[in-house]
């Protein structure tokens, strides 16, 4: 089974092509940084459009890279939601079309879904059932996992997600866009103890987060004084160790709740090398494995949508309606095994 995944959620087009007997045989990501940069964040319209002048030519760069024509596709897996409705619709109505027209399945993926599930497409891959914490710039969730389609929500954000927190206190600190990565690699280079910050909602007892106090924190703290590119390092660093501590014990409190020994990381935070020592650190400790995508498999991509379209089909998915409906709002814990 061969299965054409497109990505178009947000600021990346990704294209990829899946086998079920040989695995991914190419992916390709487009990212819109540069277009979004001077206006530091995601300006939906222009996302849009560049989805559709990118969509087409990645699909042929796919299929000539993989060696295979869209007569040689059996199906096509698509992000129908959650995220940018003009961006969705891009992909919805590509994926809904190039289906129509060689009457194979078109399948409508759940992101978080993708995102979720894409730690199965490394060499080492979890089994079912496992914990995932899914942590993006939209989303920062605790999932007991039992197999496709069967998610149990433990808990989630209250307010701003952690990589949404990252890329807000990047701004608020002057660093350029997408300040996520960039907060990260300044906290490199500083040390903790110097500020003091809060662990919001560390000791709560469930497995919720929030982390817009914390971003406050950080504002009150450079209200205070003007900062040496020394202290703007420290503080980075100790942004980041608040939030990987608080990020690290929920997860490992899910993981004893769920009385299971695998801790699945996905979504753009997951490349934190900072949360992937320490939860790999805590693993350790107490006895359960963490698995992560591949580095390029972070970010949106169009390889866990191809890989989920592909597992849902062996699942007996069918088919969406082909109205190109797609789901800017779609809870992933509404989702069932044939969705």
Known sequence: MRVLGIESSCDETGVALYDSQVGLRAHVVHTQVDLHAEYGGVVPELASRDHIRRLLPLIRQVLRESGATLEDVDAIAYTAGPGLAGAL?????VAESLAASRSIPALPIHHLEGHLLSPMLSADPPGFPFVALLVSG??????????VGDYELLGESLDDAAGEAFDKTAKLMGLGYPGGPQLSRLAESGCTGRFKLPRPMLNSGDLSFSFSGLKTAVLVQMSERVLSDAQRADLAA???AAVVDVLVAKSVA??????LRQLVVAGGVGANRE???QLD???RARGFRVFYPEMALCTDNGAMIAFAGALRLAGGSHAGDGAFAVKPRWPLSSITVTD
């Open 238 to 240: 100790e942004f980041q």
């Open 89 to 93: 619709l891009v992909g919805a109505s």
């Open 275 to 277: 949360l992937r020592r």
């Open 281 to 283: 650190e805590a693993g």
């Open 254 to 259: 899910a993981v004893a709740r769920c009385g």
């Open 138 to 147: 939209g989303h920062t969730q605790l999932m007991r996992v039992g197999g």
